[in-house]
T-cell receptor, first 107, second 116 residues
Framework: AQRVTQPEKLLSVFKGAPVELKCNYS??????LFWYVQYSRQRLQLLLRHISRESIKGFTADLNKGETSFHLKKPFAQEEDSAMYYCALRAADKIIFGKGTRLHILP | NAGVMQNPRHLVRRRGQEARLRCSPM?????VYWYRQLPEEGLKFMVYLQKENIIDESGMPKERFSAEFPKEGPSILRIQQVVRGDSAAYFC??????????????FGEGSRLTVL
């Protein structure tokens, strides 16, 4: 079965501290993983995708097929990173989302 | 480009009534996706449509729910004989024909349905 699991509903991190948002997936095919973000009063939008191997706003995510994980990391949290983050998996022609993790950056 | 437009933003219905939610994709986009978000839940895939075609409706409840994306006009998600459990936020997303493989979806602001 295709599934995306984000174990943390809420993650509170002090400004300047490292951030890691966890994501695990279950998929029998070749996975394509994404992170989407929703800032307060804004629409859900793509943050990054694993095939691009890019760093966006200081965030990176590495696909680990052995652990079936795609954790989102940032070395130094900033207050503007506070948002809702969703991990997503492309499964054939649809994109499946996890339940999301709310990241709260403490001053 | 105004982005993906959904209306109404808020809809209140009594049990047994019909709800129609509309989604106008971004200009040039011919793929539309509908998702449902229940309280404390993530985005649950419902249906994927291209113009005049339903590509994948594996997430749609078997009864009362239907979706269409006609050649002209917006995509419509229709819920007949609504029940309280249908209360949720319904999100529409679109992607362009040629860039659909990138996996980037462009989301609307959602339509919140409340069933009394």
């Amino acid at each position: 079965a295709q599934r995306v699991t984000q174990p943390e509903k809420l993650l509170s991190v002090f400004k300047g501290a490292p951030v890691e948002l966890k994501c695990n997936y279950s998929y029998s095919g070749s996975p394509e993983l994404f992170w989407y973000v929703q800032y307060s009063r804004q629409r859900l939008q793509l943050l990054l995708r694993h095939i691009s191997r890019e760093s966006i706003k200081g965030f990176t995510a590495d696909l680990n097929k052995g652990e079936t994980s795609f954790h989102l990391k940032k070395p130094f949290a900033q207050e503007e990173d506070s948002a809702m983050y969703y991990c997503a998996l492309r499964a054939a022609d649809k994109i499946i989302f996890g339940k999301g993790t709310r990241l709260h950056i403490l001053p | 480009n105004a982005g993906v437009m959904q209306n109404p933003r808020h809809l209140v219905r009594r049990r047994g009534q019909e709800a129609r939610l509309r989604c106008s994709p971004m200009k040039g986009h011919s793929h539309v996706y509908w998702y449902r978000q229940l309280p404390e839940e993530g985005l649950k895939f419902m249906v994927y449509l291209q113009k005049e075609n339903i590509i994948d409706e594996s997430g749609m409840p078997k009864e009362r729910f239907s979706a269409e994306f006609p050649k002209e006009g917006p995509s419509i998600l229709r819920i007949q004989q609504v029940v309280r459990g249908d209360s949720a936020a319904y999100f529409c997303a679109s992607s362009p024909l040629l860039a659909g493989d990138t996996g980037e979806l462009f989301f609307g602001e959602g339509s919140r349905l409340t069933v009394l």
